[in-house]
């Protein structure tokens, strides 16, 4: 079973819907303050997904150490999720230059991972006012997806299955949305 950690925000469900269709299983949604990580570990589920939520990761319940402790199981960190997988693992999250919410940016990829066959440029949906400070993510990442003023869109874990992203895939306004959590889901086999 997926488990989605629902960091009590309104796009959280969108996103559940989202992953339901693509995956044809119902998922568990979990709370972000409403479990404990090596618990939910040893259930083994067969991926994780942080959703997004308000404020900054420090605040995002035990999805900081539940990522610190995830070695092997999928995970894939949504706007907030994304900036708690670079916070778990010492990067820097800071407010960006300007807050984006709502807003439709154009997004350059290399076409690999999360977004093989996704378009380039793949315009997304964002709403955030916080970024991760690239020169801070360490040699363990890649910079998957980037906007045209080098914001940090996406990013991988080099040996681990871990995956953030900034902007929201399951939004109108993100084409390729679905093909991206296609290609999520179709590492989980």
């Not at 090596?38 to 404020?55: K, M, N, Q, T």
């Not at 610190?68 to 670079?86: F, Y």
Request: with cysteine; glycine share 10%; proline share 6%.
């Amino acid at each position: 079973m997926i488990t989605v950690i629902d960091n009590y925000d309104s796009f959280t469900y969108n996103l559940v819907q989202q992953l339901e269709r693509l995956a044809g299983e119902r998922l568990r949604i979990i709370r972000n303050d409403a479990f404990e990580p090596a618990e939910l570990l040893h259930e083994r589920p067969r991926a994780l997904v942080i959703s997004p939520g308000p404020g900054t990761p420090a605040r995002a319940g035990r999805c900081i150490d539940l990522i610190r402790a995830n070695t092997s199981i999928p995970l894939l960190g949504v706007c907030l999720g994304h900036q708690a997988i670079a916070e778990a693992f010492g990067a820097s999250v800071v407010r960006g230059s300007l807050p984006v919410h709502g807003k439709v940016s154009e997004v350059r990829h290399g076409g690999e991972r999360l977004f093989k066959d996704c378009p380039t440029p793949m315009h997304t949906a964002r709403y955030h006012s916080l970024v991760v400070a690239r020169e801070t993510l360490p040699d363990v990442f890649t910079v998957d997806a980037e906007t045209d003023d080098g914001a940090v869109m996406a990013v991988s874990h080099r040996m681990r299955p871990i995956f953030g992203i900034q902007f929201h895939p399951e939004s109108y306004g993100t084409a390729g949305g679905d093909q991206l959590i296609r290609n999520f889901l179709g590492g989980l086999a």
